[in-house]
């Protein structure tokens, strides 16, 4: 088999895993919203169906690099991806997750912040903020723009951080997670995760449901440090008013449902 068809099929076997791991893990926390939030989301399908389409469109956006990465990895010592545990010391596993959380963090801090001034918003940006409120499906609603800038973030940081497989499949679950949650409009996590002094420093969907809300602040993926430390972060939002309007959008349904019962 040629190269080029070998990376082709790399790229577009990572494809469709991210765009699965997308339908799946998006689907059971969208499942999890009607559960314990009926009616969250009512009125919201073609937004929802936005979502989806652009989601799946940034999943074979990230497949291309993923997918050449991986081929690289396999096929020709590529990356510092290490399988052999004892390779280096234990303790390195956790240190090299959350180096590679922080090293994503400020990566997505400083494009998302560029991606809030005026130009790259209207041209990329305001396709995720079209999403008023976001849902779960909301995860990876980018423009092609701003997916190419999330796609190569991680295919470039395994080539300077060394990281095991598995500890790797960890932090791919972990942005996996934190994207659907943070949309989602209320709070999976305990308290203690988003309330207390652990809180001050994570990032869940009480913080990010402010930067959809407000706009200029709150611009970080996983951790508040880059927004303290630069001033943008403007603390909690709740999801009151998200709640109130989907309660509105309920009403209006029902509303127009009995119009409709009194027309026929
Ligand atoms: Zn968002
Ligand atoms: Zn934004």
Partial sequence: MSIAL????SA?????IVGVRYLITSGAFAWATRVRHPGLYTGLDPQIRREIWWSLASAAIYGVPAGVVAWGWQ???????????????????????LLFLFAHDTWFYWTH?????????????A???????PTAWAAMA?????????????????????????ALGVVLAIMTVMGVT???????????????PLGAWLITASHHQRHHERYGCNYGLYFRFWDR????????GDFTRDRARAAARRGRGTADGRNAGRAA
């Fill in 75 to 97: 096929n020709r010592g590529w990356t510092q991806i290490y399988t052999d545990a004892s390779a280096y010391p234990l303790w390195y596993l956790p240190v090299s997750v």
């Fill in 113 to 125: 912040r560029w991606m809030h001034r005026p130009k790259p918003f209207r041209i990329a940006h």
């Fill in 182 to 196: 943070n949309h989602m409009g209320w709070e999976v996590f305990p308290r203690f995760m988003w309330g207390g």
């Fill in 6 to 9: 070998a990376i082709l099929l």
């Fill in 127 to 133: 396709v995720h903020h079209a999403s008023r409120p």
């Fill in 229 to 236: 430390l630069c001033g943008t972060d403007e603390g909690l």
């Fill in 142 to 166: 980018f423009h092609p723009i701003e997916a190419l800038t999330g796609a190569v973030a991680i295919p470039l940081l395994v080539f300077l951080i060394p990281i095991h497989v598995a």
């Fill in 12 to 16: 577009a076997a990572m494809t469709m």
